[in-house]
């Protein structure tokens, strides 16, 4: 086979290929830069992906305008590469060799990231067995096989012509032969390489799926993607899918629509988090202070990190453990000043200092006197052992030195709000505004899918009783947190106020019960 191959290159020129490419300029950088395999092309820098798209697809069309047209004789450029964008390489001899065929074109591959784009000059037949790939001009010429001349018949001035045949034939033009029309298969719908059943009712729902079909295949055309237009096509297609379980009774369907009712979440959010807005179910759009999902995942590690490992039982041990989590979570080192510490609304901030630095949690240079008096000038530094990292660079937190102290200053900024403080809030109060802050949805509403915080969820992240914890959800109503709070004797539901949405970590798990 290789020895074929090999002389069969000896006589034909192989074919082209070159590549534009899309990659990162950097890192921490939106730019991209562009590179072409042909030579002469110099690389390009763009501030932005999708201008980086743009001009890779400009650079391809302008080599193709000025490319010569595809060579009859070139040698199949797929061939050359083992047909590998098309072939499955199993690491195993193939039992049924695959043949090239066709004329010789110019094909267009590109993957469905849109960061490289491919030219080729191939045989049309590894072209259309390429996914995606794009014919973009065929060679005028053709090798004498692909069009053999039709034999001439004899006419009667050949009469004189010996004919061997035990029946004379008599001179003159033959009839042409009667051409078979060719039958051609009926056209079959398709979306998501099911073929949608002709006979499928009812019709309404047969022209829906035929439809998402079509506007699937229009969007993988597309230059640039929009998340928002994908993630309501997944929703349709969910919808539709499902409907056409229920008709079929077919589970796979169902699974299909379970697999677009994920991705069409999944997309939104990714629209959502590059906008920077996360969209209330019933409302505007809403900027947080923390906007990203990992940013709301790493604040309730923390929440259930610190109740935990709180050394102290109450409530004001919780919230100043939490506290100093955050200030030292990477490092396990911090600096406070004694303003950190009253301000958070403790009893007796001095003895519960001194019990916590009794029992090792954090260790200090002085006194808890000298931390309470110390200002921003001369901070105090402040070390707390189970939170350095431990020897193979790892601790009890994945996120890193940036992520820090926006998680402080996200909590800080919910307990030192302005009206738990006017109403001089407990301790237990402000933990309870910082759970609920991390426990409900997109729209403000507890609890996952809006039905409620379980009360025994409620009472892992505060250190309060079921008649305590009345009197704490009275006293966030009573300062605009909540709204339509009720309690029962399972769960805590209510409505985050618009005041404090923007504080809100939302829990992005599916509300849909299962089948």
């Known amino acids: 086979m290789t020895q074929a191959v090999v002389s069969e290159l000896d006589e034909r020129v192989p074919g082209r290929r070159w590549t534009v490419r899309l990659d990162a300029a950097g890192r921490g950088s939106t730019a991209v830069r562009i590179s072409c395999s042909r030579p002469g092309c110099v690389e390009q820098r763009l501030p932005s992906a999708a201008a980086g798209r743009a001009a890779a697809v400009a650079h391809i069309k302008a080599h193709l305008r000025v490319a010569p047209a595809p060579r009859p004789a070139a040698y199949c450029a797929c061939r050359l590469a083992d047909c590998h964008t098309h072939l499955p390489h199993t690491g195993r001899p193939r039992m049924d060799p695959w043949r090239c065929g066709g004329p010789v074109v110019l094909a267009v591959v590109t993957d469905r990231e849109g960061r490289w784009w491919q030219v080729m000059e191939c045989c ?72 949608i059943p002709h006979d499928l009712r009812p019709v309404v729902l047969r022209d829906e799926l035929i439809e998402l079909g079509a506007l699937f295949r229009a969007y993988q055309q597309r230059d640039q993607p929009d998340l928002a237009l994908l993630a309501d096509l997944q929703e349709r297609k969910a919808r539709a899918f499902t409907t056409w379980a229920d008709v079929t009774s077919e589970g796979a369907l169902r699974w299909e629509a379970r697999r677009a009712e994920q991705a069409a979440a999944t997309a939104r959010l990714q629209h959502q988090q590059r906008t920077g807005n996360i969209t209330a179910d019933d409302g505007p759009a809403v900027t947080r202070l923390l906007n990203v999902p990992g940013q709301w995942e790493h604040a309730r590690s923390v929440l259930a990190h610190v109740a935990d490992h709180t050394p102290l039982p109450g409530p004001d041990a919780r919230l100043l453990v939490l506290m100093l989590t955050l200030r030292t979570a990477h490092t396990g080192t911090g600096n406070l000043v004694g303003q950190d510490l009253t301000a958070l609304g403790l009893t007796d901030p001095q003895d519960l200092v001194e019990k916590l630095t009794g029992c090792g949690w954090p260790s200090l240079p002085g006194t808890a006197g000298d931390l309470l008096a110390s200002r921003p000038e001369n901070a105090t530094p402040i070390t707390v052992p189970s939170l350095a990292p431990r020897a193979d660079g790892t601790g009890p937190f994945t996120f890193g030195k940036k992520m820090r102290p926006k998680l402080s200053g996200w909590a800080q900024k919910i307990i030192s709000d302005k009206k738990l403080r006017k109403a001089k809030a407990t301790s237990a109060t402000r933990l309870l505004a910082l759970t609920l802050a991390t426990q409900n949805t997109a729209s403000g509403r507890l609890g996952p899918g809006g039905h409620g915080i379980s009360l025994n969820a409620v009472a892992a992240l505060v250190p309060a009783d079921d008649g305590e914890l009345e009197r704490l959800v009275d006293q966030l109503t009573a300062t605009d947190w909540l709204t339509d709070a009720a309690l029962t004797d399972t769960h805590l539901t209510g409505q985050l106020t618009e005041r404090v949405l923007p504080l809100g970590c939302p829990l992005f798990s599916s509300t849909r019960p299962s089948e």
Do not use: F, M, N, Y
Not at 129 to 154: M, V
């Open 124 to 195: 049309s037949r590894c072209a259309a067995a390429t996914p995606g790939a794009k014919t973009a001009a065929t060679s005028q010429a053709r090798a004498a096989a692909d069009h053999p001349t039709t034999p001439t018949i004899p006419t009667a001035g050949a009469a004189a012509a010996p004919q061997v045949s035990d029946h004379q034939v008599a001179a003159g033009p033959l009839p042409a032969p009667r051409s078979t029309p060719a039958q051609r298969r009926p056209h079959q719908a398709k979306i998501a390489q099911r073929i």
